[in-house]
T-cell receptor, first 112, second 111 residues
Framework: NAGVMQNPRHLVRRRGQEARLRCSPM?????VYWYRQLPEEGLKFMVY????????ESGMPKERFSAEFPKEGPSILRIQQVVRGDSAAYFC??????????FGPGTRLTVL | EDQVTQSPEALRLQEGESSSLNCSYT??????LFWYRQDPGKGPEFLFT???AGEEKEKERLKATLTKKESFLHITAPKPEDSATYLC????????????FGKGITLSVRP
């Protein structure tokens, strides 16, 4: 049973470009969560999605950030016009019900 | 607002030297408390879920316990491969499912 998959594992973007991070949940999991981990800080919740629905986006910056979990395909976290402060590790987690969350390996975004 | 505080920030142990990691929490209503292990450059790996005060769970050299205000992760006779950052997180009752994490405890076990 494959775990949560994320790609790419490393992403380098120049300021002003767009970053697209992908997450495929574990088989049978319909709940997806995105978290961000800045250096020397803990994991911070960003958004919680179920298929075709955003359930809670209270941790998402109001501008430039968006997320989706379409009926078919992976969940996507999109960051438009990236800035240096967006450099971080972004983790996706999934769960079969709203309980224990299983994390992927993360995407490390570097903004030059 | 939910808060999670972990202490100490870092802990260095000799192989075989047992110790405990602390996680103090403030939450309006606890649905669950979670322990994860994170190795450098990797995602958090699930260890335990605790739901109510008095509950205990064990896995190999690790045992997690829960009270109404804090949780402990006890490490018995640690080995160098137990070196990692240990994360504590809480999930509160209610409609949303966001985990609130502490900053983690970095454990180093010397051979």
């Amino acid at each position: 049973n494959a775990g949560v998959m994320q790609n790419p594992r490393h992403l380098v973007r120049r300021r002003g470009q767009e970053a697209r991070l992908r997450c495929s949940p574990m088989k049978g999991h319909s709940h997806v969560y995105w978290y961000r981990q800045l250096p020397e800080e803990g994991l911070k919740f960003m958004v919680y999605l179920q298929k075709e629905n955003i359930i809670d986006e209270s941790g998402m910056p109001k501008e430039r950030f968006s997320a989706e979990f379409p009926k078919e395909g992976p969940s996507i976290l999109r960051i438009q016009q990236v800035v240096r402060g967006d450099s971080a590790a972004y983790f996706c987690a999934s769960s079969p019900v709203a309980d224990t969350q299983y994390f992927g390996p993360g995407t490390r975004l570097t903004v030059l | 607002e939910d808060q999670v505080t972990q202490s100490p920030e870092a802990l260095r142990l000799q192989e075989g030297e047992s110790s405990s990691l602390n996680c103090s929490y403030t939450v309006s209503g606890l649905r669950g408390l979670f322990w994860y292990r994170q190795d450098p450059g990797k995602g958090p790996e699930f260890l335990f879920t605790l739901y109510s005060a008095g509950e205990e769970k064990e896995k190999e050299r690790l045992k997690a316990t829960l009270t109404k205000k804090e949780s402990f992760l006890h490490i018995t006779a640690p080995k160098p491969e137990d070196s990692a950052t240990y994360l504590c997180a809480v999930l509160h009752t209610g409609a949303n499912s966001k985990l609130t994490f502490g900053k983690g405890i970095t454990l180093s076990v010397r051979p």
